[in-house]
């Protein structure tokens, strides 16, 4: 190999590197906000939740992994549209029942397709 073609590849290898290293600080910065993220959903669900609901929660978090998010996000937005107000943090018995109305308003969004 002559000098030209070493410093060339010399300087396509520091160029991969420094893609690389951008990356993983990208990375590393996406991480850190959906950390904060989580932290941030945590601290609400303590306001908003009793104990036995944030437990009735994390039960759901492991068998339904997405609904319990949808969960989340609705009880993040009822609380912050003001809609909680004077139940706060919610009895387990409330928690079972809002599930109970967001249970039902997703079967009625569910579609099905009959076959002829």
């Keep these: 190999m002559s000098g030209n073609e070493e410093d ?4 396509i290898k520091k160029e ?5 290293q951008k ?7 996406a991480k850190q906000q959906q950390q904060e993220l ?7 669900m303590r306001q908003i939740l009793s104990q036995e609901g944030r437990q009735r929660l994390e039960n759901i978090k492991l068998v339904r992994p997405q609904f319990a998010q949808l969960i989340e996000a609705q009880l993040i937005q ?3 549209t003001g809609r909680l107000r004077g139940q706060i943090p919610l009895t387990d018995a ?4 809002l599930l109970e109305q967001i249970t039902k308003s997703q079967k009625k969004k569910d579609i099905k397709i009959k076959h002829f």
């Design 8 to 11: 060339e590849l010399e300087r």
């Design 38 to 44: 989580e932290a941030q959903k945590y601290m609400l």
């Design 16 to 20: 991969k590197l420094q893609q690389l």
């Design 94 to 97: 409330q928690f079972k029942k």
């Design 78 to 80: 009822l609380f912050q």
């Design 23 to 29: 990356q993983a600080a990208q990375q590393e910065i």
